[in-house]
T-cell receptor, first 115, second 113 residues
């Protein structure tokens, strides 16, 4: 199974940008890179996903390295509400296509945001 | 309705009890998932239902029995659990084949005594 590696924890100051790194050196050519976050006492929440090109949405940006072996989730202005565990996830190659879409969660990065 | 709901929020059960966890979504999603999450660990997939049929069982012990009575409802029946089964049980749903985003419920916090 393709796996991801993330720092255990990171700190940021409120209203500053945050760059959350993820390594996925065994990614296969058609695997999408997904990011989810889990706020305290809640279920995980989808943040963004991408394949090769950088992606932007209302929550964050995703920068994908040219060789696709790493990616970075960018929160442009961190708020206290962004304090959460951020998971970088690869879609299981065995479930490529079809409706199963098995996600393999890594250990995640605990982001602390200081006021 | 754009959310996944789970009941109960908390459940305490003895090792000889039988209980069920319930998950509902009314978004027309065709895939539904059960995950187990231990404290300070990532979620681990247990079961996947696709179009109301069990498509993935991640070698889960038989004391956990999933059921999908219809496209909106997913149950997890629990029997003869062990204290180590205490965890947060998360349900998720996904629209269908071409969609990648999973929508998670808030979870049921289960304690086995």
């Amino acid at each position: 199974d393709a796996k991801t590696t993330q720092p255990n924890s990171m700190e940021s100051n409120e209203e500053e940008p945050v760059h959350l790194p993820c390594n996925h050196s065994t990614i296969s050519g058609t695997d999408y890179i997904h990011w989810y976050r889990q706020l305290p006492s809640q279920g995980p929440e989808y943040v963004i996903h991408g394949l090769t090109s950088n992606v932007n949405n209302r929550m964050a940006s995703l920068a994908i390295a040219e060789d696709r072996k790493s990616s970075t989730l960018i929160l442009h202005r961190a708020t206290l509400r962004d304090a959460a565990v951020y998971y970088c996830i690869l879609r299981d190659p065995a479930s490529r296509g079809g409706a199963t879409n098995k996600l393999i969660f890594g250990t995640g990065t605990l982001l602390a945001v200081q006021p | 309705d754009t959310e996944v709901t789970q009941t109960p929020k908390h459940l305490v059960m003895g090792m000889t009890n039988k209980k069920s966890l319930k998950c509902e979504q009314h978004m027309g999603h065709r895939a539904m998932y059960w995950y187990k999450q231990k404290a300070k660990k990532p979620p681990e997939l247990m079961f996947v239902y696709s179009y109301e049929k069990l498509s993935i069982n991640e070698s889960v012990p038989s004391r956990f029995s999933p059921e999908c009575p219809n496209s909106s409802l997913l149950n997890l029946h629990l029997h003869a659990l062990q204290p180590e089964d205490s965890a947060l049980y998360l349900c998720a749903s996904r629209p269908g084949d071409i969609y990648y985003e999973q929508y998670f419920g808030p979870g049921t916090r289960l304690t086995v005594t």
